[in-house]
């Protein structure tokens, strides 16, 4: 069974982030992409000849040319969207950030199950290859007992800063690095939190952020980001009994696609780091540098497909994307009232 998924929106996310790993997941079939204004709907039929592209998901729905829905529009449509899908039956992927609230997500979780839809959220940076890098090394026990993990993710990228109170970088690249310290050290119990703002036309908007997660398994981390610095910055530091590990990579995936190519032209080439960039891991037996793990955001879409063929839960469900979100809004509340917030 192919799943036939549709791409709502064709932005940067739809075009750059989603299109391209769709089609090279395995079960998985680009079947239409909704798209409004004239430029982008000439972008996505150059992009993608073969693929209908209709004006609204309601068009998509009725012309019947798929199973499942991606939503990559802005954050402020994304309910409506994921509710009209849900009600006519199609399995849903929520790019991030999924709702504006816990509350909020846990609703769609329940519309979603109350339907017998799948409901997935889009954290496709638990596949990159610096964090698939770190993730083996925990698993294979190299560092002993991990004490904490430090987190850098700056871009030199003012433009694409979401600007307003209900915009920000907190809830854009915030929503991956919580997610990325949740998949690698699990539940999180308090947060400690630092913000800066700007003042833009369209109102007050976090510019950058810093945090300190407490994780329910003892060890913490401690993650940064800014878009507004003149900085470009990916960096991953772990520490444990054992040794630690550093990592300087590139983004490689996002550097490969904003030069034109994609992950299906040559699936094994597609996603490693250059040798000069792979993570060094230090111990009792020295310095030595890691292969690089292959990054791969079209797992996320096969491991989709498994669950909607087989019933299972998604790589990310709407109920584990809510609990980031809950961490995001003690992060903003810790920032508020300058001390750190416990999770319940």
């Known amino acids: 069974m192919t799943l036939r998924i549709g791409c709502v929106g064709y932005g940067t996310g739809g075009r750059h982030f989603h299109t391209p790993f769709i089609a090279a997941a395995e079960g998985c079939a680009l079947a ?13 039929r150059a992009d993608w000849p073969d693929v209908p592209v209709f004006p609204s998901l309601t068009a998509m729905i009725a012309a019947g040319t798929c199973d499942a829905v991606t939503i990559t529009t802005p954050p402020q449509t994304r309910r409506a969207l994921v509710l009209e899908a ?17 509350e909020a997500a846990l609703d769609l979780d329940k519309a979603a199950k109350a339907n ?8 496709n940076r638990r596949f990159d290859a610096d964090l698939q890098t770190l993730a083996k090394v925990l698993s294979e026990g190299a560092l002993g007992e991990i004490w904490r993990i430090h987190s850098r993710m700056d871009f030199d990228d003012p433009a694409t800063l979401e ?83 550093t990592s300087q990579a590139l983004d490689i995936q996002a550097q490969q696609l ?14 490693y780091e250059p040798e000069e960039n792979w993570p060094v891991l230090r111990s009792t037996e020295g310095a030595r540098r ?19 063929r087989d019933g299972t839960p998604p790589p990310v469900t709407a109920e584990a994307a809510s609990r980031t979100i809950a961490v995001l809004d003690a992060a903003r509340l810790s920032a508020d009232i300058g001390r750190s917030v416990a999770l319940t």
């Open 86 to 102: 849900i009600e006519a039956g199609l399995h849903v992927i929520a790019d991030k950030p999924f709702a504006p609230s816990e």
């Open 32 to 44: 239409g992409i909704v798209a409004r204004a004239e430029a982008t709907v000439a972008a996505a």
């Open 258 to 271: 904003f030069a034109g190519l994609r992950p299906a032209d040559d699936p094994a080439a597609w996603g």
């Open 163 to 245: 600007a307003g109170p209900t915009g920000g970088l907190l809830r854009d690249l915030g929503s991956h690095l919580v997610d990325q310290m949740i998949y690698l050290l699990g539940p999180v119990v308090a947060v400690d939190a630092q913000m800066d703002h700007l003042d833009l036309p369209e109102g007050r908007t976090d510019a950058s952020f810093t945090m300190t997660l407490r994780h329910a398994g003892g060890a913490h981390s401690h993650i940064n980001a800014s878009k507004c610095n003149f900085l470009h910055l990916r960096e991953l530091r772990a520490y444990g009994s054992g040794g630690s590990f």
């Open 290 to 308: 890691l292969p690089s793990e292959q990054g791969r955001y079209h797992d996320y879409y096969t491991a989709f497909a498994l669950a909607v």
């Open 116 to 123: 017998g839809i799948t409901l997935g959220v889009y954290q």
